[in-house]
């Protein structure tokens, strides 16, 4: 439920942001072709590295929300929002708890290197946002989480398949620095995460 | 008489508590097995559990936080969730509740409280006496 509150903020902030840059396009000499966009896709995560999530997690498919506003032809900001469940595979390692919920929010920045006007588009991506682990017993009443910063890195190609529609793929790889206390023998595991993650879906241009 | 119902319920209701759990924290527990001999005890499950005390007819509440097996030296060692609300927690040898290693009946079971784990700050309880099964 809080997840669909920050999602429909987002929403809002996006289009706020959208119809200002509209605004201020109309009295602007300089032409912007799309004034941003939606995407919405699916995510397929893998754990990499020496953490926790690598050593005693089966990873499930997830999905990815993001907006993005253009502020020229080729630098845009945006909002991106996944998430993606986990199971527990060795609770010796974790705790005594059988799943896991992973969420991320992420303030964006990009740079696409053919800008708005091509039919084909590579992005890259920088990010910071949160990372947010909601532990969760077979009944799944009885939670807990864990949380921290996240930082991201991602390459996107789409194509566009009409004015408004397209289609992308996304390479992204992302760092999360929880904040668990643990003891020093296990403190480091259960401290860094790393995910590398593809992610398909659809782009709609928003004009 | 709907009186007396809602006045029990209350009763019953606030005797009802739950194990809850710190966000963002980790137990790690360590200790060794032996036998009476000395000899070390390898496969034994080992459990820790959070335990709140209640007084009757509710009754208290006893909570699996994480679990592992003796190595072949006898060492174990847990990593276990972080319970908030607890009383003591209790760690239980020989338990029949790790199904991932064995459950022996050549030894008895056996159960500790510790009601001073809080007082370590990094989190990390060693048993520093060997526990011996008979």
């Known amino acids: 439920m809080g997840g669909l509150l920050k999602l429909g903020l987002c929403v809002c902030v996006f289009s706020m942001l959208a119809n200002s840059i509209q605004a ?23 754990a990499i590295g020496n953490s926790i999530v690598q050593e005693a997690y089966n990873l499930k498919l997830g999905y990815i929300i993001e907006g993005s506003v253009y502020i020229n032809e080729n630098w845009h900001l945006g909002l991106q929002f996944h998430q993606f469940k986990g199971d527990v595979n060795n609770r010796n390692l974790t705790g005594n708890f059988d799943k896991t919920r992973i969420t991320h929010w992420s303030a964006l920045a990009g740079y696409s290197l053919f800008g708005t006007g091509n039919p084909l588009s590579i ?85 | 008489m709907k009186k007396c119902i809602f006045i029990a319920l209350c009763f019953l209701s606030m005797g009802c508590t739950e194990l809850l759990f710190e966000d963002n924290q980790r137990l790690y527990i360590i200790g060794r097995i032996i036998d009476s001999t000395g000899k070390p005890i390898s496969n034994i499950s080992v459990g820790a559990y959070g335990i709140i005390d209640s007084s009757p007819p509710v009754g208290g509440v006893r909570q699996l936080l994480g679990f592992n097996c003796s190595d072949s030296s006898g060492n174990f060692s847990i990593t276990a969730i972080s319970p908030d609300n607890e009383d003591r927690l209790r760690i239980l040898i020989n338990t029949r509740d790790v199904n991932e290693c064995r459950f022996s009946t050549r030894y008895t079971a056996i159960e500790l409280d510790i009601n001073d784990f809080r007082t370590n700050d990094n989190l990390e309880y060693k048993l520093t006496d060997p526990i011996i099964l008979n």
């Open chain 1, 24 to 46: 201020q396009q109309s009295n602007d000499t300089t032409k912007i072709d799309i004034l941003g966009s939606l995407k919405a896709g699916l995510v397929i995560p893998k």
């Open chain 1, 123 to 207: 992005e890259f991506d920088a990010g910071i946002g949160t990372a947010t682990y909601r532990n969760m017993f077979n009944s799944e009443n009885e939670t807990f989480k864990d949380s921290g910063v996240s930082f991201l890195g991602a390459i996107s190609i789409g194509h566009k398949l009409g004015k408004t529609i397209g289609v992308f793929g996304r390479f992204q790889y992302q760092q999360d620095f929880l904040n668990i206390d643990a003891a020093p023998p296990i403190q480091s595991e259960f401290n860094n995460v790393a995910f590398v993650m593809v992610c398909i879906g659809v782009k709609i241009h928003i004009h």
